[in-house]
């Protein structure tokens, strides 16, 4: 595949095709079960309905005309600073060329504009997201907590928080 990352271009503006985008950036990986395919479209349907008040953000990879990938993210209700990464998603076949780091980056500019200080993002356990784990590590993000058995049986909730300032 020929791809240049340096043509990619950010946008913060959602559009009513994202709900599409969203949808197929998320099935593509195989990490989700279909309830949260289902979320993460309910979260840009909501967004585009009711716009910030809606509380959720979104900054988008495109290429050429493509959504690769994405962010959702949002005040955390009662705290000052602290933002949640709801979503960060790339699509399968673009894994790999460092999109999500750029996209990280990209969201992080975007909270730290809103006056944010932290950045908290939960995760499974699971095996089959120890690419998910060292993606967060990587980024200088810290586990600050784990909650046992609280998706399933064996599959713990772990949030890794980074500090912006």
Known sequence: MNFDISNMAFRDQEREDDI?????IVEST???YDAEVSIAVELIRECLEKGYL????FV???YEERTLAYTCYGPIPGTKSAFDLYW???HND???YGIGRSLLQETEKKVKEMGGTALYAETSSREKY?????FYRK???TETARIKDFYDIGDDKIIYKKQLV
Request: net charge negative; aromatic share 24%.
């Open 88 to 90: 960060i998603v790339t």
């Open 20 to 24: 599409h985008s969203i949808a197929e």
């Open 139 to 141: 980024n200088v993000f």
């Open 94 to 96: 673009y894994r790999g």
């Open 54 to 57: 809606s509380g959720y953000y």
């Open 30 to 32: 195989g990490f989700f």
């Open 130 to 134: 120890i690419s998910t784990h060292t």
């Open 60 to 62: 988008f990879a495109d």
